[in-house]
């Protein structure tokens, strides 16, 4: 009879887990960290879902996109969240995704029209340093500076991706020289953001490649005023993530759902103080406090999605010139 009882509740047990829908986002590292969203979105999500969200972290956002490419259409995901407007173009020639009918009141610096994909946070790219580091006022200043900095690789990291943008954008045709200024002052580059942040913490380097917002991480998380982001004349690159949906998802209507969740009021709380980030839809209750403290650049850089891919291609093919010599 306790045998009949145990397999009857097991049965049970196994029938509505097999009830239960599973939703797989692709994102990357950080996203998923004990420290970053992927635990309270997993949550939140969960309770209004009747669902299993599982949310994989696949490195950074340019090897997230490879990933994807090597699966193609065998991918196990439902959802890519996790890239941005440097690799839209690239992931539109997939042919992976399908359009997106989210509508939303985006607090974004420029206007946003893509039917595929969707933002969900927003930043500029900015080196993060100890406030007792004189900072550079541009890149060429840098270049000329004894500054060390840690950088990441953009062929695996967005923000990676994002400082060849940033340079080719603010200096056109002078960026092979400003690469090969900044060349000694780079100690190493890195497969991601984390490793780099990592590494700048353990005062392996002046300046780390991140974000005007990272400082506010260390004033609201850990009361630590010690940090700024180094603001250069030529303006700052902005980073807009996105997520967008798989056409060959088995949960198709799960997914749209999920997309039209991290637009909401209950997933932008969520986001500026666990990635550390601007919502891509401002909050009920504002912005948290302490990103009042934040310096904003005053000039906004951005590449048109388009035009990224030839770009990148040939600021990448600087970027290896300057560093390998």
Same mark, same amino acid.
């Given at each position: 009879?306790?045998?009949?009882?145990?397999?009857?509740?097991?049965?049970?047990?196994?029938?509505?887990?097999?009830?239960?829908?599973?939703?797989?986002?692709?994102?990357?590292?950080?996203?998923?960290?004990?420290?970053?969203?992927?635990?309270?979105?997993?949550?939140?999500?969960?309770?209004?879902? @009747?669902?299993?969200?599982?949310? !994989?972290?696949? =490195?950074?956002?340019? &090897? $997230?996109? #490879?990933?994807?490419?090597?699966? *193609? @259409?065998?991918?196990?995901?439902? !959802?890519?969240? =996790?890239?941005?407007? &440097? $690799?839209? #173009?690239?992931?539109?020639?997939? *042919?992976?995704?399908?359009?997106?009918?989210?509508?939303?009141?985006?607090?974004?610096?420029?206007?946003?029209?893509?039917?595929?994909?969707?933002?969900?946070?927003?930043?500029?790219?900015?080196?993060?340093?100890?406030?007792?580091?004189?900072?550079?006022?541009?890149?060429?200043?840098?270049?000329?500076?004894?500054?060390?900095?840690?950088?990441?690789?953009?062929?695996?990291?967005?923000?990676?991706?994002?400082?060849?943008?940033?340079?080719?954008?603010?200096?056109?045709?002078?960026?092979?020289?400003?690469?090969?200024?900044?060349?000694?002052?780079?100690?190493?580059?890195?497969?991601?953001?984390?490793?780099?942040?990592?590494?700048?913490?353990?005062?392996?380097?002046?300046?780390?490649?991140?974000?005007?917002?990272?400082?506010?991480?260390?004033?609201?998380?850990?009361?630590?005023?010690?940090?700024?982001?180094?603001?250069?004349?030529?303006?700052?690159?902005?980073?807009?993530?996105?997520?967008?949906?798989?056409?060959?998802?088995?949960?198709?209507?799960?997914?749209?759902?999920?997309?039209?969740?991290?637009?909401?009021?209950?997933?932008?709380?969520?986001?500026?103080?666990?990635?550390?980030?601007?919502?891509?839809?401002?909050?009920?209750?504002?912005?948290?406090?302490?990103?009042?403290?934040?310096?904003?650049?005053?000039?906004?850089?951005?590449?048109?999605?388009?035009?990224?891919?030839?770009?990148?291609?040939?600021?990448?093919?600087?970027?290896?010139?300057?560093?390998?010599?």
């Amino acid at each position: 009879m306790k045998y009949l009882t145990f397999a009857t509740a097991t049965l049970a047990a196994t029938t509505a887990m097999a009830e239960t829908p599973e939703l797989v986002v692709y994102t990357y590292d950080s996203f998923v960290s004990e420290w970053g969203p992927g635990p309270a979105i997993e949550k939140a999500f969960e309770e209004v879902c @009747a669902c299993d969200l599982r949310l !994989v972290g696949l =490195g950074d956002g340019a &090897a $997230l996109l #490879a990933r994807l490419k090597l699966e *193609g @259409a065998r991918s196990d995901a439902d !959802v890519v969240m =996790g890239l941005d407007t &440097a $690799l839209i #173009a690239a992931a539109q020639e997939t *042919g992976l995704f399908q359009e997106t009918d989210i509508v939303a009141d985006y607090a974004l610096p420029v206007e946003w029209t893509d039917p595929v994909f969707a933002p969900y946070d927003w930043g500029y790219f900015a080196f993060v340093h100890n406030k007792d580091v004189t900072p550079p006022a541009n890149f060429k200043a840098l270049g000329e500076s004894d500054l060390k900095i840690v950088i990441q690789d953009p062929r695996s990291s967005t923000p990676g991706l994002g400082l060849l943008m940033w340079v080719k954008n603010a200096y056109r045709d002078e960026a092979p020289a400003i690469w090969e200024a900044m060349a000694d002052n780079v100690v190493t580059v890195t497969k991601g953001w984390s490793e780099a942040y990592g590494l700048f913490l353990e005062g392996e380097a002046d300046m780390v490649l991140s974000y005007t917002t990272s400082p506010a991480y260390h004033l609201i998380a850990e009361e630590d005023d010690s940090k700024a982001a180094a603001i250069f004349d030529e303006g700052h690159y902005m980073q807009i993530e996105v997520m967008g949906r798989l056409a060959g998802s088995d949960q198709p209507e799960l997914a749209a759902e999920f997309l039209k969740f991290m637009v909401s009021d209950a997933a932008q709380t969520i986001l500026p103080t666990t990635n550390w980030m601007y919502p891509a839809v401002t909050p009920d209750a504002g912005l948290p406090k302490g990103f009042e403290t934040l310096t904003v650049p005053e000039k906004a850089l951005h590449v048109d999605v388009q035009n990224v891919p030839a770009l990148r291609e040939e600021a990448l093919a600087e970027w290896l010139k300057a560093l390998s010599q």
